[in-house]
């Protein structure tokens, strides 16, 4: 018996047809948003263009310390970013605008686990319940903080957006911060399909019975985002 779930195809009749031979066709079953077993809040914030994508992106770190406060409940929270340099600059301004209310154990814990970190940056920033993960980071670095942000014990992770598509964190609080991404030399929009799977990290089914998605994107974009986390627009 061969299962298929996927939402990433823009036509899932196609695919059924492609599975199917001439002896056994496939069936073909689609599922709606109530099917999910956490209920997914989805947001999209716009924000004015600047003339340089680097500083329109650099810009939405100061905004994530109000997203965070006003979306993520005091449960963990996820952060994608486009690039490794990224995840630090706004771990790093996070880190300075963000109070985390934390229990004196529980920041003893984050102080146990920080003297563990190669990389001297997180192991500033994890004390003040903050992390930055991309693949840069030594190996026995990233499973430790996807260890405690899995655990609970880490308010907030700022990671690469292939975070999306390999290791399974789910959290309460998705944000994609920019929706644009540096390839190829300059700045494009992420497929629909990344968008999709980032969302699709929000809502821990053994946790919550809720959970939110935060697109930042361009004034200009707001419209394809609403249609997208709308369902009206095909995935690519």
């Known amino acids: 018996v061969l299962c298929?779930?996927?939402v990433c195809f823009s036509s899932m009749v196609e695919v059924a047809t492609w599975l199917s031979s001439p002896d056994l066709s496939a069936a073909l079953h689609s599922?709606?948003?109530?099917?999910?077993?956490?209920?997914?809040?989805?947001?999209?914030?716009?924000?004015?263009?600047?003339?340089s994508s680097?500083?329109?992106?650099?810009?939405l770190n100061y905004k994530l310390c109000h997203i965070i406060s006003t979306y993520a409940e005091d449960k963990p929270a996820l952060v994608f970013c486009s690039t490794r340099k990224g995840t630090q600059q706004a771990a790093g301004i996070l880190v300075k605008e963000a109070r985390f209310v934390l229990t004196s154990q529980h920041r003893q814990r984050l102080q146990h686990t920080s003297h563990s970190f190669k990389d001297a940056k997180l192991r500033d920033f994890v004390v003040c319940g903050v992390a930055f993960h991309h693949a840069g980071l030594d190996a026995s670095d990233r499973s430790a903080l996807e260890a405690l942000f899995a655990h609970g014990d880490l308010p907030v992770l700022i990671a690469t957006s292939t975070l999306a598509m390999g290791v399974n964190l789910p959290a309460h609080l998705v944000v994609i911060k920019s929706t644009q991404q540096y390839a190829s030399g300059g700045f494009q929009e992420y497929s629909e399909s990344?968008?999709?799977?980032?969302?699709?990290?929000?809502?821990?089914?053994?946790?919550?019975?809720?959970?939110?998605?935060?697109?930042?994107?361009?004034?200009?974009?707001?419209?394809?985002?609403?249609m997208l986390v709308g369902g009206t627009q095909l995935i690519e």
């Open 4 to 6: 298929v779930m996927c």
């Open 31 to 51: 599922l709606s948003e109530e099917h999910r077993p956490v209920r997914l809040r989805k947001v999209v914030l716009s924000f004015p263009s600047s003339k």
């Open 194 to 226: 990344q968008v999709v799977q980032m969302i699709g990290r929000a809502g821990r089914p053994q946790f919550d019975t809720t959970a939110t998605a935060v697109i930042m994107t361009r004034h200009e974009t707001r419209h394809k985002y609403e």
């Open 54 to 59: 680097f500083k329109f992106d650099m810009s």
